[in-house]
């Protein structure tokens, strides 16, 4: 089985910054993409940011610029650094990834972390 536990979320004021974690455990033989999603109150899901293993990312149009995604292979991690942070970034944010065993290829998610962005 595999988990994703996520940190670094929380409460922080307009034009702040909050920087997310998400770690990967488990029986991993490889991971492929990796990204972060948000739902927002009364919203569906949404794709913030997502990267490769080779390192190419892609961002949601209400975030680039301000946000940048990264990972460390060799700790199964990825990260959200999110800067200049507005009050409708406001969501639970959750980590999401692709990762293959020997046996079978998944889409994993974490559990999600708060992020509250104050005026």
């Known amino acids: 089985q595999v988990q994703l536990v996520e940190s670094g979320g929380g409460l922080v004021q307009a034009g702040g910054s909050v920087r997310l974690s998400c770690a990967a455990s488990g029986n991993i033989f490889r991971i492929n993409a990796m990204g972060w999603y948000r739902r927002a109150p009364g919203k569906q899901r949404e794709l913030v940011a997502s990267?490769?293993?080779?390192?190419?990312?892609k961002f949601a149009d209400s975030v680039k610029g301000r946000f940048t995604i990264s990972r460390d292979n060799a700790k199964n991690t990825v990260y959200l650094q999110m800067n200049s942070l507005k009050p409708e970034d406001t969501a639970v944010y959750y980590c999401?990834?692709?990762?293959?065993?020997?046996?079978?290829?998944?889409?994993?998610w974490g559990q999600g972390t708060q992020v509250t962005v104050s005026s």
């Open positions: 990267i490769t293993s080779g390192g190419s990312t």
């Open positions: 999401n990834a692709v990762v293959a065993t020997m046996s079978w290829t998944n889409n994993y």
